[in-house]
């Protein structure tokens, strides 16, 4: 299924998808654990993709 399909996004795929590392990606997530966005499966989150475009375009549109 195409990344922008999809409901939630791993971390690599989420970098990929919005052109950040995947180094950016994890601090994003280490600084919004608790977000809406992340999705806890056991230790490893996933990126509800929706609802991180939606954070991202309100960072960028904040600057």
Same mark, same amino acid.
């Given at each position: 299924?195409?990344?922008?399909?999809?409901?939630?996004?791993? @971390?690599?795929?989420?970098?990929?998808?919005?052109?950040?590392?995947?180094?950016?990606?994890? =601090?994003?997530? +280490? %600084?919004?654990?608790?977000?809406?966005? @992340?999705?806890?499966?056991?230790?490893?989150?996933?990126?509800?993709?929706?609802?991180?475009? =939606?954070?991202? +375009? %309100?960072?960028?549109?904040?600057?």
């Amino acid at each position: 299924m195409p990344w922008w399909n999809k409901y939630t996004l791993s @971390v690599q795929e989420a970098a990929e998808y919005f052109g950040f590392s995947d180094k950016k990606v994890r =601090k994003i997530i +280490d %600084e919004h654990k608790t977000d809406n966005f @992340v999705l806890w499966n056991g230790t490893r989150p996933r990126i509800k993709r929706q609802l991180f475009e =939606k954070f991202v +375009d %309100e960072k960028l549109n904040s600057i």
